[in-house]
């Protein structure tokens, strides 16, 4: 099996992680790495929600899967649009790693007024400006580590990123977690997932074993709710879903869709129907006005 993946370091480990799993499951598969530049590795100036619409972290990889060059691909679930390229499929999505957004070095709080906070997320910027309206926010783009020694070197303040990419590179250094209650992540924030062609029956039916149950149901919602509203990636949504027993907790904020940010927690069925999931899509959007 060809594997494509970015040329990150992010995205080699999580490659890693994805050959670990493999070698557990299907021990008698040989695994062959493909990696690529992607779009958003490579335009490093533009803002991300400029390029939301061409999915700016997986198109490369999607085209060489329709083009046969690779079998499949591992991406962070978050980069994925909810409107995939006709023909692929999420194979799999594996256990969910922390969902939470990440502040450096200090507590938001800790802040000073007028401090500069690095982000290249616009639903990052919305919820820090909810909180801290007296704080800049500035453009961050770059691998972790480009980002990090950016904050080193004093162009900002402090910088916002997903704590499982630094858990997965086992980065330690003074960070604070964010609430996600609060500062509700990303849809699919945290989860790692492979994709393939939705007619290629061996891959799906080896790959399929590494999806878990449990973080597919909360991020289907996710993605879901994502959907219905019309939203790419870099809109300034937050959607997260939590599986409590034989329910899912779902958490949502959406900003400029009503003059109002609009926010959701919400107990529904872990097998719910995708009525209850445009109810609040249809809430976050405007388009009602209760839910």
């Excluded at 401090?115 to 909810?130: K, P, Y």
């Excluded at 973080?215 to 994502?226: H, K």
Aim: net charge negative; hydrophobic share 40%.
């Amino acid at each position: 099996m060809i594997v494509g993946t970015r040329e990150s370091k992010l995205a080699m480990r999580q490659t890693e992680i994805f050959q670990q799993l493999m070698a557990e499951v299907n021990p008698d598969e040989k695994v062959e790495i493909v990696s690529m530049k992607a779009l958003g590795d490579i335009d490093l100036t533009s803002p991300l929600n400029e390029m939301s619409g061409v999915g700016a972290f997986v198109r490369e990889l999607d085209e060489a899967m329709l083009h046969h060059k690779i079998d499949a691909s591992v991406n962070s679930l978050k980069d994925i649009p909810t409107k995939m390229a006709e023909g692929l499929t999420v194979v799999a999505i594996f256990e969910r790693d922390s969902p939470e957004d990440i502040i450096l070095p200090c507590p938001l709080e800790d802040l000073p007024k007028g401090a500069r906070v690095g982000t290249s997320s616009v639903r990052r910027m919305r919820l820090i400006q909810s909180i801290r309206p007296d704080l800049q926010i500035l453009q961050l783009r770059g691998n972790i580590h480009t980002r990090l020694s950016k904050l080193d070197n004093g162009e900002y303040d402090a910088i916002l990123l997903a704590k499982a990419g630094l858990e997965r590179m086992g980065i330690e250094r003074p960070m604070h977690t964010l609430d996600k209650s609060v500062f509700i992540p990303a849809p699919g924030q945290g989860t790692i997932a492979v994709e393939c062609r939705s007619d290629d029956e061996k891959a799906i039916a080896l790959l399929k074993k590494l999806d878990h149950a449990e973080t597919r149901a909360a991020v289907d919602a996710e993605r879901g709710i994502m959907r219905i509203m019309g939203a790419g990636c870099s809109a300034p949504v937050g959607i997260n879903a939590e599986a409590d027993g034989d329910e899912l907790i779902v958490r949502a904020i959406a900003f400029d869709y009503t003059p109002e940010p609009r926010r959701v927690e919400k107990r529904i069925p872990i097998d719910y129907d995708e009525g209850v999931l445009r109810d609040i899509a249809d809430y976050l959007t405007g388009k009602r006005d209760t839910i």
